[in-house]
């Protein structure tokens, strides 16, 4: 096993450690040296080397020392302190520091090493994926420097923690990490302090609570973020230069963006003024031309508007507009319960300007490996998925209640229908594109998405896969849904369930949605026929399904809602040869009952 060689510090940064030539093993490498870090060059705690050393001394071969450099005295200071024992109370080892609850954060006690590392983990998994708040380089200068506020880093701790292999998280499930620099945060929190401070933090505090499932809490801090970003007048507020300019152009945007989410999973009115109040100028800027500008840059710089080669965030808020015209559509839709003409051209609009957004880009940002793997390399490769997911999603939002609305009633003209089925036809080739994006960055380095936003998305793309299972008239299609069920399932259960607790309600939200398909048995009710695909009409419960983000669905059936008419039939369809068969095996990879095991409801 080879022997590792970078110091900590440079470990932590997953950069290579360069010494100045000619030096002695104890003399700083460079980047230490020019920050003026503790240059700790010795294996990492934890690591087979530290394991060896230990059982040599326990043995009683102390003197027996490892090749290689001279290493510096560990630091001892610990992670955690206890309030009874004071700052000055030191813990045995940081694993048990780790699983102690009876302690808290103190946030100058970490090392630098960890927060270096800890601070990657955020940018690698959480900005630009959640929101859009900081320029890296600086941050990660300032982190180094100690000029970032503890509470600021606490609440990035909270978020990144579960994303450490850093020793000190050994003990402790991912998804469990973050509470106690939550609560810390949390503890030092002023709303009072009104400056992009406190909106920064709120900003994180409600990432965290969404990642955790707690919806009322998440909208507090939101809400907290937008009115304050409102109070400030942030897009106009004084700044000492560009750069700084262009982070409240950028915390603006991703609180626009948040508000559009966060008031329709609680229902409440949206609180940023709407997009076609804000100057065309006050957009943010391309993504390289920001990661490469300094804190010295004059205010009169151009800012690389001139040539868009990653318009990353711009894209985004283009996409977020669309998505508040279909989440307005869609309520419409249901309480007004649009047919007909008045809902064709409805769509119609819409997936106009869905084609548009789609042929506007420039095409360096066209959904292909090569510029995945582009962006990839230059650290964007997650913030360019999470653009085309949300354009796979927001399609599919927009076309669902075509999969459940192309059999003909008697009412509908033939064309009509020609157009539904063209609707339903989109929906499954957007799902199946969000699918295999999502492959692919698992396959691409740097651009394995891991927010739990993937999570709902994959679950809305798993129930087009569903459809597909029960009414496919061939087996290619019902082989291909059932692999990309196979695959969802193992994401989300494997690689997004041990990080995120939000992740458990969308698993709970899939199976309600099962249930609603293959709950039912009897006689048809209001018309519906065997096989009917009526699980698939948009109505209140359905809404709710595709945009909400609550966990509570499966305690909500759909048959309490006044709107829904009763899927009896859909149970015929099952049979033991056919495709609800296969639906069942696949349903079982993610805890789903089977039929049999559940009582069926009484009928309305």
Same mark, same amino acid.
């Given at each position: 096993?080879?022997?590792?060689?970078?110091?900590? /510090?440079?470990?932590?940064?997953?950069?290579?450690?360069?010494?100045?030539?000619?030096?002695?093993?104890?003399?700083?490498?460079?980047?230490?040296?020019?920050?003026?870090?503790?240059?700790? =060059?010795?294996?990492?705690?934890?690591?087979?080397?530290?394991?060896?050393?230990?059982?040599?001394? /326990?043995?009683?071969?102390?003197?027996?020392?490892?090749?290689?450099?001279?290493?510096?005295?560990?630091?001892?200071?610990?992670?955690?302190?206890?309030?009874?024992?004071?700052?000055?109370?030191?813990?045995?080892?940081?694993?048990?520091?780790?699983?102690?609850?009876? /302690? %808290?954060?103190?946030?100058?006690?970490?090392?630098?090493?960890?927060?270096?590392?800890?601070?990657?983990?955020?940018?690698?998994?959480?900005?630009?994926?959640?929101?859009?708040?900081?320029?890296?380089?600086?941050?990660?200068?300032?982190?180094?420097?100690?000029?970032?506020?503890? %509470?600021?880093?606490?609440?990035?701790?909270?978020?990144?923690?579960?994303?450490?292999?850093?020793?000190?998280?050994?003990?402790?499930?991912?998804?469990?990490?973050? @509470?106690?620099?939550?609560?810390?945060?949390?503890?030092?929190?002023?709303?009072? &302090?009104?400056? #992009?401070?406190?909106?920064?933090?709120?900003?994180?505090?409600?990432?965290?609570?969404?990642?955790?499932?707690?919806?009322?809490?998440?909208?507090?801090?939101?809400?907290?973020?937008?009115?304050?970003?409102?109070?400030?007048?942030?897009?106009?507020?004084?700044?000492?230069?560009?750069?700084?300019?262009?982070?409240?152009?950028?915390?603006?945007?991703?609180?626009?963006?948040?508000?559009?989410?966060?008031?329709?999973?609680? *229902?409440?009115?949206?609180?940023?003024?709407?997009?076609? &109040? $804000?100057?065309?100028?006050?957009?943010?800027?391309?993504?390289?031309?920001?990661?490469?500008?300094?804190?010295?840059?004059?205010?009169?710089?151009?800012?690389?508007?001139?040539?868009?080669?990653?318009?990353?965030?711009?894209?985004?808020?283009?996409?977020?507009?669309?998505?508040?015209?279909?989440?307005?559509?869609?309520?419409?839709?249901?309480?007004?319960?649009?047919?007909?003409?008045?809902?064709?051209?409805?769509?119609?609009?819409?997936?106009?300007?869905?084609?548009?957004?789609?042929?506007?880009?420039?095409?360096?940002?066209?959904?292909?490996?090569?510029?995945?793997?582009?962006?990839?390399?230059?650290?964007?490769?997650?913030?360019?998925?999470?653009?085309?997911?949300?354009?796979?999603?927001?399609?599919?939002?927009?076309?669902?209640?075509?999969?459940?609305?192309?059999?003909?009633?008697?009412?509908?003209?033939?064309?009509?229908?020609? /157009?539904?089925?063209?609707?339903?036809?989109?929906?499954?080739?957007?799902?199946?594109?969000?699918?295999?994006? $999502?492959?692919?960055?698992?396959?691409?380095?740097?651009?394995?998405?891991?927010?739990?936003?993937?999570?709902?998305?994959?679950?809305?793309?798993?129930?087009?896969? #569903?459809?597909?299972?029960?009414?496919?008239?061939?087996?290619?299609?019902?082989?291909?849904? +059932?692999?990309?069920? @196979?695959?969802?399932?193992?994401?989300?259960?494997?690689?997004?369930?041990?990080?995120?607790?939000?992740?458990?309600?969308?698993?709970?939200?899939? !199976?309600?949605? &099962?249930?609603?398909?293959?709950?039912?048995?009897?006689?048809?009710?209001?018309?519906?026929?065997?096989?009917?695909?009526?699980?698939?009409?948009?109505?209140?419960?359905?809404? +709710?399904?595709?945009?909400?983000?609550?966990?509570?669905?499966?305690?909500?059936? !759909?048959?309490?809602?006044?709107?829904?008419?009763?899927?009896?039939?859909?149970?015929?369809?099952?049979?033991?040869?056919?495709?609800?068969?296969?639906?069942?095996?696949?349903? @079982?990879?993610?805890?789903?009952?089977? =039929?049999?095991?559940?009582?069926?409801?009484? *009928?309305?």
């Amino acid at each position: 096993m080879r022997k590792p060689s970078a110091c900590g /510090v440079c470990r932590a940064r997953r950069r290579r450690c360069i010494w100045p030539a000619g030096s002695i093993s104890s003399t700083p490498c460079e980047y230490c040296a020019l920050y003026g870090l503790q240059c700790v =060059q010795k294996p990492p705690d934890g690591g087979w080397y530290h394991r060896r050393q230990l059982r040599l001394q /326990v043995s009683g071969t102390a003197d027996a020392q490892l090749p290689g450099r001279t290493s510096q005295p560990r630091d001892e200071t610990p992670l955690l302190r206890s309030p009874s024992e004071g700052a000055a109370s030191a813990l045995e080892t940081p694993q048990a520091a780790v699983v102690d609850h009876n /302690v %808290i954060v103190d946030v100058n006690s970490v090392p630098m090493a960890l927060r270096l590392d800890l601070v990657g983990c955020y940018f690698d998994y959480i900005h630009d994926q959640f929101h859009s708040l900081f320029h890296r380089p600086t941050f990660e200068e300032d982190v180094a420097k100690n000029r970032i506020p503890a %509470i600021l880093l606490l609440a990035v701790f909270a978020l990144s923690a579960r994303f450490s292999n850093h020793d000190h998280f050994a003990d402790v499930a991912p998804r469990d990490r973050g @509470e106690r620099f939550r609560v810390a945060c949390e503890a030092q929190l002023r709303v009072r &302090h009104v400056s #992009i401070l406190t909106v920064q933090v709120c900003v994180l505090l409600g990432a965290y609570s969404a990642g955790h499932g707690e919806i009322e809490a998440e909208n507090v801090y939101y809400t907290l973020a937008g009115r304050m970003a409102c109070t400030m007048n942030l897009l106009d507020r004084p700044v000492s230069s560009l750069l700084e300019r262009e982070m409240n152009i950028r915390a603006w945007w991703s609180l626009c963006m948040i508000d559009v989410w966060s008031s329709t999973a609680v *229902k409440l009115p949206r609180i940023m003024p709407p997009a076609a &109040h $804000i100057p065309a100028a006050v957009h943010p800027m391309d993504e390289l031309p920001f990661l490469e500008m300094g804190t010295n840059d004059p205010m009169s710089a151009s800012g690389g508007s001139a040539l868009l080669e990653s318009p990353l965030l711009a894209e985004m808020i283009k996409l977020n507009r669309v998505l508040a015209n279909i989440i307005d559509f869609n309520k419409t839709c249901v309480a007004a319960r649009l047919a007909g003409p008045a809902l064709d051209s409805g769509v119609q609009k819409l997936s106009l300007e869905l084609e548009h957004w789609l042929v506007s880009l420039p095409p360096s940002m066209s959904d292909t490996p090569e510029n995945l793997a582009w962006f990839a390399a230059r650290g964007l490769g997650r913030m360019f998925a999470a653009v085309y997911l949300g354009y796979y999603y927001f399609s599919q939002l927009l076309y669902f209640q075509f999969l459940g609305g192309t059999v003909d009633d008697g009412n509908s003209s033939k064309g009509r229908l020609s /157009v539904h089925v063209v609707y339903a036809e989109r929906c499954k080739t957007h799902a199946a594109r969000l699918c295999d994006l $999502i492959y692919r960055c698992a396959d691409t380095p740097g651009a394995d998405v891991r927010y739990p936003m993937v999570a709902h998305v994959l679950v809305i793309a798993s129930t087009v896969q #569903i459809h597909t299972l029960l009414f496919a008239a061939s087996e290619q299609p019902i082989r291909e849904a +059932r692999a990309r069920l @196979e695959r969802n399932f193992q994401i989300i259960l494997l690689d997004l369930k041990p990080f995120w607790p939000a992740v458990d309600g969308a698993m709970s939200r899939l !199976r309600a949605f &099962h249930q609603t398909c293959l709950g039912r048995s009897g006689d048809g009710v209001g018309g519906s026929s065997p096989g009917s695909s009526s699980a698939f009409v948009l109505d209140q419960w359905l809404l +709710r399904f595709l945009v909400e983000f609550s966990d509570h669905m499966e305690d909500e059936p !759909r048959e309490m809602d006044p709107n829904y008419e009763a899927l009896w039939s859909l149970s015929k369809a099952v049979r033991k040869d056919g495709p609800g068969a296969v639906l069942c095996q696949v349903a @079982e990879a993610s805890g789903m009952p089977r =039929q049999e095991e559940r009582t069926k409801p009484d *009928k309305i």
